[in-house]
């Protein structure tokens, strides 16, 4: 054990810096265990239990490494099982617990069942990172897009999000409180005259249920918050983008002038499910490179 580990844990026997000092003995002791697990590490959800739908690929990828970095227990739940195993693989190499766990997060029972995967397999669940999303190639206008379209993107970017938390509640109740996070869109705030409305209408529709599951649970010390992401250099996005021109057509109105990454929105959801934002709740953390602030952006 190093001497730093050593002074740590004497420093936690004596009860003012009792939790600071156990992080950080957990990291230095850490570093026997797995190297790249503790260098950074500062254990915001040490401890804890995350489900992160959409987890194998993008925004929840990213968070799934990140939380597992910061001390979290993982389940990784996707509809592709390849993708979800992948991810939990990369947290188990660098020394975190992940499970993988295959999901359709619009199907209700697959989604009570990966709740209670959580529990069988971690005793609890703190955080629910409801991430999972599609944008379909043919949404479009009101007149143009498909009942088909409609529906789906409403099952899987609305209803998927309902399940998440309702499942994930009652979890949380057992587990004494805990954060959801519900991943909306900066065009939950902005129209485009490049309209998907079938997507745009159910990321409006996240931010009002996250805003009325908050205020009903607040006082059960669970939290439910929004990470609203701007245009990002995802898969999700850049399978549209696939031109110079279709690219600027976007880039233009982002004051940053470029894309966002996904491990930039994936701090924005570390902080939304730690306690570092414990007096948040009902509210959203708009991570957009500028864009909803903007009316005309630098040349
Ligand atoms: N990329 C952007 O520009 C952008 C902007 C704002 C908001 N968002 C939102 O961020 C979230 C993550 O997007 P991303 O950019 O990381 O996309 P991504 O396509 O890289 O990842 C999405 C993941 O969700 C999974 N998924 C899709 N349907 C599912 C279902 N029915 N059940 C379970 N898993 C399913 C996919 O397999 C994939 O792994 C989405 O909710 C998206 O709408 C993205």
């Given at each position: 054990m190093s001497m730093f580990a050593k002074l740590a844990l004497r420093c936690a026997?004596?009860?003012?810096?009792q939790q600071i000092a156990q992080s950080y003995a957990c990291a230095a002791i850490g570093t026997f265990a797995s190297r790249s697990l503790s260098t950074?590490?500062?254990?915001?959800?040490?401890?804890k239990v995350s489900i992160i739908t959409g987890g194998a690929s993008g925004i929840g990828r990213e968070a799934a490494l990140l939380f597992a970095r910061e001390g979290s227990k993982i389940v990784v739940a996707d509809l592709s099982e390849e993708g979800a195993a992948a991810t939990a693989k990369e947290v188990q190499a660098m020394g975190g617990s992940a499970i993988a766990v295959k999901v359709d997060v619009a199907v209700e029972a697959e989604v009570a069942a990966v709740v209670a995967k959580a529990e069988d397999e971690y005793?609890?669940?703190?955080?629910?990172?409801n991430n999972a999303g599609i944008m379909m190639s043919?949404?479009?206008d009101a007149v143009n897009t498909s009942e088909e379209v409609i529906d789906k993107t409403l099952a899987v970017n609305v209803k998927g999000v309902l399940n998440g938390c309702k499942y994930s509640i009652p979890a949380m109740r057992r587990a004494g409180g805990g954060s959801i996070v519900n991943t909306a869109s900066f065009v939950s705030f902005m129209g485009a005259a490049t309209p998907q409305v079938a997507y745009t209408a159910s990321k409006g529709a996240v931010l009002a249920l996250t805003r009325e599951l908050a205020v009903v649970h607040a006082r059960e010390n669970i939290r439910v918050n929004n990470l609203c992401p701007g245009p990002?250099?995802?898969?999700l996005l850049m399978k549209f983008l696939d031109t110079e021109e279709k690219k600027h057509r976007r880039l233009v109105h982002v004051p940053m002038g470029r894309f966002g990454e996904a491990a930039e929105m994936a701090k924005g959801a570390l902080f939304l499910a730690?306690?570092?934002?414990?007096?948040?709740?009902g509210n959203n953390l708009l991570l957009d490179g500028g864009i909803t602030a903007a009316y005309v952006t630098p040349e």
């Open positions: 026997a004596t009860a003012p810096c950074d590490t500062s254990g915001r959800l040490q401890g005793g609890a669940v703190h955080v629910m990172f043919s949404d479009d990002l250099r995802t898969e730690s306690d570092d934002s414990s007096y948040m709740t």
